[in-house]
């Protein structure tokens, strides 16, 4: 044994393969419970909550510039800004009026039917604080957490559409899984038939897909697509995406379609978390 | 592992020893650099700090820095990359293990001949990652994060003598010449 520093006199611990060769197998174990049961939740938010306040200080500088920045806007700009939102909100308003007599008018109807009423989702502001540095997921991370009584599977939307779904809620953080997250599936339906299909993500920021289409589903270029809100995660009738190009069956017994998502998938700061919707049980006879 | 006191310190060990503090601390401030909000279009292009600092005690302060170190350093890495659990854990581990393994010769190197030999170990750890994510089924790999493999092995030479500054380990003789 040479003398390096603070070498014990002894050697009285195993040697360094079998040490490295425990930390494998630690590590494979780790990874295995992970991708297979998904029962770690615990260690990594434990981990995280310690991680949090590290990364909310080393932030702060950075928003803080934002901020100022952010201070030093000319009169002019204020203004256009100002007529703009002021014709928005009576537009808004408008269309509010609409939806009023809509809803109002649905929730009639669906009495007629002895349907049961759609569940009401009062959305929560929240805002993207930081993208997952990794090669393989589309995620970001937003402000509020499980003490904020945010939960796993929550719908995330923006003003214009679907933008992904809460995967992992931290004490103070969560996880939001973008619908471009190659695992990432929403269930919808045709605004102009009411075919349903499931969209999925590719990787790409501009790029939704359906997968295995029927060869002769009704389906064309310019459709938009709407959630069908059958899979008990994401309520009904949030635009999702517009199909930009069918591809007919090639090698595989199945069409495609390649769409474009509406909702700023990649792109705001701030976006909205609703109410999961909730499985409605069938009605008993 | 037992700290005993060191038995007969020589050289830059005796001038300037390493001490866990210092370890320690650069270990810390090198995970915070890599907590910084880089944006988004050069996330593929950071290299990996953390693990060039663990390389570095590695070589130099072995007793100090070694596989439990770099297994927890890797569980906390993976905790904010939310990917899988164990992932850069295992990387970390694999490549302070091979820098053990060599450490003598390692040691023996001016830095620019470290470089040569290490680059190796800091690309082939981006590639691990990647491919064993792709092992377990996470989608689609974006190759373009080897890039920072190589741009951590450039960055060697500027770390290990910042490192040596902080460290107060006096400059080899062989660099004067």
Same mark, same amino acid.
């Given at each position: ?13 195993? $040697?360094?393969?079998? *040490? ?15 991708? *297979? ?13 310690? #991680?949090?306040?590290?990364?909310? &200080?080393?932030?702060?500088?950075? =928003? ?5 920045? $952010? ?27 609409? *939806?009023?007599?809509?809803?109002? =008018? ?8 002895? #349907?049961? +009423? ?7 502001? &929240? =805002? ?9 997921? *589309? ?5 509020? $957490?499980?003490?904020?009584?945010? =939960? ?8 214009? $559409?679907? &933008? ?9 953080? +969560?996880? &939001? ?7 990432? %599936? ?7 038939? %009411? ?29 938009? #697509? ?37 909702? %700023?998938? %990649? ?19 | ?10 050289? @830059? ?11 320690? !601390? ?108 792709? @092992? ?10 080897? @890039?920072?493999?190589?741009? @951590? ?23 004067? !010449?």
């Amino acid at each position: 044994m040479p003398h390096t520093p603070q070498a014990p006199l002894f050697v009285r611990e195993m $040697g360094l393969p079998t *040490r490295f060769a425990l930390y494998l197998l630690f590590c494979l174990l780790l990874l295995a419970l992970d991708a *297979r049961y998904s029962t770690l939740a615990w260690l990594r938010g434990g981990l995280n909550t310690l #991680l949090h306040p590290i990364q909310r &200080v080393l932030a702060a500088p950075w =928003e803080w510039s934002q901020d100022v920045a $952010g201070f030093f806007i000319t009169h002019g700009e204020l203004k256009r800004d100002n007529d703009r939102l002021r014709e928005e909100r009576d537009r808004m308003r408008i269309a509010q009026q609409d *939806r009023q007599t809509l809803l109002s =008018e649905n929730n009639n109807l669906r009495q007629l039917l002895a #349907l049961p +009423a759609r569940p009401d989702a009062a959305p929560r502001v &929240v =805002e993207i604080v930081q993208t997952v540095p990794s090669p393989f997921s *589309r995620k970001v991370i937003i402000n509020r $957490g499980q003490a904020h009584g945010l =939960e796993a599977g929550s719908p995330v939307v923006d003003a214009v $559409g679907l &933008v992904g779904q809460v995967t992992r809620s931290y004490p103070l953080t +969560a996880e &939001v899984t973008l619908l471009t997250d190659r695992d990432q %599936g929403a269930p919808v339906q045709i605004l102009r038939n %009411g075919l349903r299909l499931i969209v999925s993500g590719t990787g790409s920021d501009r790029l939704l897909e359906v997968r295995f289409l029927d060869m002769h589903a009704d389906i064309k270029e310019g459709d938009l #697509l709407y959630t069908s809100g059958i899979d008990g995660t994401y309520p009904a009738g949030i635009p999702v995406a517009q199909v930009v190009k069918t591809e007919p069956p090639r090698n595989t017994p199945f069409a495609r379609a390649y769409c474009r998502p509406l909702g %700023g998938v %990649g792109r705001y700061r701030h976006v909205a978390v609703l109410q999961p919707a909730l499985k409605s049980a069938p009605d008993k006879p | 592992m037992s700290l005993a006191k060191p038995l007969l310190p020589q050289g @830059a060990a005796l001038a300037a020893p390493a001490t866990r503090a210092k370890v320690m !601390s650069t270990l810390f401030a090198a995970l915070c650099l890599t907590l910084l909000p880089w944006a988004d279009g050069l996330r593929w292009l950071l290299p990996d700090l953390t693990l060039m600092v663990l390389l570095y005690w590695c070589i130099h302060a072995p007793r100090l820095a070694g596989l439990g170190i770099a297994f927890a350093l890797g569980l906390l890495t993976d905790v904010t990359h939310g990917l899988l659990l164990g992932l850069d854990a295992l990387a970390y581990c694999g490549a302070a293990f091979v820098a053990l393994m060599v450490q003598k010769r390692l040691e023996g190197f001016d830095v620019p001949r470290q470089t040569l030999q290490l680059a190796p170990l800091l690309l082939g750890k981006e590639a691990l990652v990647l491919t064993l994510g792709l @092992a377990f089924g996470r989608g689609e790999a974006d190759w373009r994060y080897l @890039a920072a493999g190589l741009l @951590a092995a450039l960055l060697w030479l500027p770390l290990a003598m910042l490192l040596d500054r902080v460290a107060g380990r006096p400059v080899p003789e062989s660099e004067h !010449s």
